[in-house]
């Protein structure tokens, strides 16, 4: 279906970007009357910029061919960031680009003299973020008076961010019979509130497929162990090597420490989060446009607005809170009718709560672990063999230095160096542990009481006849959060261990295995170190602390002595219940009492 007809110079402006359907949102916009107030739903990427944009088109233009004399602006769009406010900015220059538009740009981060000085020459079109055009219109350099439609993209976030009583102020800044079209992830309360004060008889538009995922993205959780997420996300990079991808962290000190982990590896990735300043920021993410760097770790509120340029991968390197994360998250992923893939990466002690997670959403993904090192070299040597640079043309150049070099080397000797400086460029994979019993099935809580005890030293359970099954002598017992229910296993156990506690495999001692917990033993030599070791010392929600001994482990009865190899359960027909057999002090059985119906006693 083509789009509607619109303006000659916005159909001219689609024609050259290589638009030839609307997308559902944009189709669903462009339906509606040109004067009516919208209240939009629609998922992120989903072409509302332009959906928007070609909206406005009827109220700015009419019938004229291009607009007149900039003065005060007839159209305001406000964005929750400014590199989405940059971005929309971006999409309505080239979109009005044969109309004569001018479109002004008002963010926080900018130079405000600059801003005040183009918004005096005048604007058609302003975008910005609610905290600087607020600012703008107290100094009375931003004129409303004449404007005739507002624009708010991404409302819940901007109410998410805490711009509630800058918008209220700029919305009771404009006419009363202004258009308002507001366009939201989700209608929440408080966005149906905004939209019931500020908006007339609004048409309502639903695009969300709330009943299935996104369709261009391809969602996979991975297991890992809790110690091992770093690594994790180092082979997942090396596993996909997408153009471009994103890496999301809950904390600036888990951004820190994961970009500062793949720079040391030899990955081009640069870092977002709330504490950089505006260069900093405008130059991490002017590397990824321009291809130099190839990764981004961020956190949600850092990313938000970000539109970056083949972003074919999404990482959680630590999970989304609840749906909407999620959902924002891979959502940058998948735009424009691209293909993307949002991994999760999964301790093993989170997997019922991503579960849920993923349920929550509608989201199927596909389980499995991570991608092994020697995985990641056989794709490698298929993208070798697949490279263009193998059935490139040469020119006469590269031949003659291509005879120079065989004049010396062999054919094997020069394919061999090929070979190494393919592999030079690329960081090393890690190597993981993949538990393969990882299924996903629900783990029986009906187990001993005693747990089950491991030796450290070859991750295997020990039996009752273990010379050290009773306690290492002089250790000192330590707890962790885990058990069985989180899939606890000695083989990412111990290294976690290790790590927390800078031991190593020899000063661990028994370890018991619970359902909800873990106890183990460290040796008296270095019991002491290790304890100052793991006081605040954590691993996500995996923390050490000093614990009591566990009880024995239950051990199976030997079989006692007696005329009845085997017990019945009940009464025996015609015979009294069958009795135990009583140790040599116990009485005798009463005389006559060989067996038969007992008789009745006697009133």
């Known amino acids: 279906m083509p789009f509607p007809s619109t303006h000659p110079a916005l159909e001219r402006a689609l024609e050259q970007h290589g638009y030839l359907e609307p997308t559902p949102v944009q189709a669903a916009v462009l339906g509606e009357a040109d004067s009516r107030d919208l209240l939009v739903s629609a998922q992120t990427g989903s072409g509302k910029t332009v959906a928007f944009g070609l909206a406005l088109a009827r109220g700015l233009l009419g019938d004229a061919p291009h607009f007149g004399r900039a003065e005060a602006p007839l159209a305001l769009v406000i964005a929750p960031t400014r590199e989405l406010a940059l971005q929309v900015s971006r999409e309505l220059t080239w979109l009005y680009a044969h109309s004569g538009a001018r479109v002004a740009t008002c963010v926080g981060g900018m130079d405000p003299r600059a801003e ?51 918008l209220e102020e700029i919305l009771d800044s404009t006419p009363v019979d202004r258009r308002t079209l507001l366009f939201s992830a989700t209608i929440a309360k408080e966005i149906a509130t905004l939209a019931r004060r500020y908006q007339k008889d609004a048409a309502r538009i639903d695009t969300l497929r709330r009943d299935e995922a996104h369709g261009d993205i391809e969602y996979r959780a991975i297991r890992v162990a809790p110690g091992e997420i770093e690594h994790a996300v180092v082979n997942l990079l090396r596993y996909f090597e997408s153009p471009g991808a994103l890496v999301f962290c809950n904390t600036r000190e888990a951004v820190r420490r994961l970009h500062s982990a793949l720079r040391e590896r030899g990955f081009s990735a640069v870092g977002l989060s709330g504490e950089m300043t505006q260069k900093e920021r405008s130059d991490a993410l002017q590397a990824l446009r321009d291809g130099h760097a190839r990764a981004c770790v961020a956190t949600d509120v850092a990313a938000r607005g970000l539109d970056l340029p083949d972003l074919g991968l999404v990482i959680h390197a630590e999970l989304p809170v609840n749906k909407a994360g999620l959902l924002h998250r891979s959502g940058r992923t998948g735009r424009a009718g691209k293909k993307g893939t949002s991994v ?78 393919h592999r030079q460029r690329l960081p090393e994979p890690e190597d993981l542990f993949d538990d393969a019993r990882e299924t996903g099935q629900l783990i029986p809580t009906a187990r001993p009481r005693g747990g089950t005890a491991y030796d450290p030293m070859s991750d295997k359970p020990r039996g009752p006849g273990s010379p050290q099954h009773a306690g290492t002598v002089g250790a000192e017992w330590f707890r962790m959060p885990i058990g069985r229910q989180n899939n606890a296993d000695p083989k990412w156990l111990i290294p976690l261990i290790c790590r927390l506690g800078h031991v190593t495999k020899k000063d661990i001692g028994q370890i018991r295995i619970f359902d909800r917990e873990t106890k183990f033993e460290i040796v008296a030599e270095t019991e002491a170190r290790f304890r100052q070791a793991v006081k605040g010392a954590a691993e996500g929600d995996i923390r050490i602390e000093p614990a009591a001994a566990p009880p024995a482990p239950d051990r199976p009865r030997a079989p006692r002595p007696g005329p009845h190899p085997v017990a019945r359960a ?34």
Request: hydrophobic share 35%; proline share 11%; no cysteine.
């Open 570 to 603: 009940g009464p025996r027909p015609g015979g009294p219940k069958p009795q135990s057999p009583r140790p040599h002090s116990a009485k005798p059985p009463p005389a006559g009492r060989t067996g038969g119906k007992p008789k009745r006693r006697p009133n």
């Open 116 to 166: 005040r000085r183009a918004l005096q020459a005048g604007a058609h079109i302003v975008v910005g973020t609610p905290g600087r055009l607020r600012d703008h219109i107290e100094r009375a350099a931003l004129d409303l008076s004449a404007l005739k439609v507002v624009v708010l993209d991404e409302a819940d976030e901007m109410l998410d961010l805490g711009f509630r009583e800058d």
């Open 344 to 421: 999760l990466v999964v301790p093993y002690n989170k997997r019922r709560f991503t579960e849920r997670l993923l349920d929550s959403a509608s989201i199927d993904a596909a389980w499995s672990g991570p991608p092994l090192a020697d995985e990641i070299r056989a794709k490698d040597q298929q993208r070798l063999l697949d490279d263009p640079i193998l059935t490139q043309p040469a020119s006469e150049e590269d031949l003659a230095l291509a005879n120079r070099i065989l004049a010396d080397k062999s054919p094997q000797e020069v394919a061999a160096a090929l070979i190494r400086m």
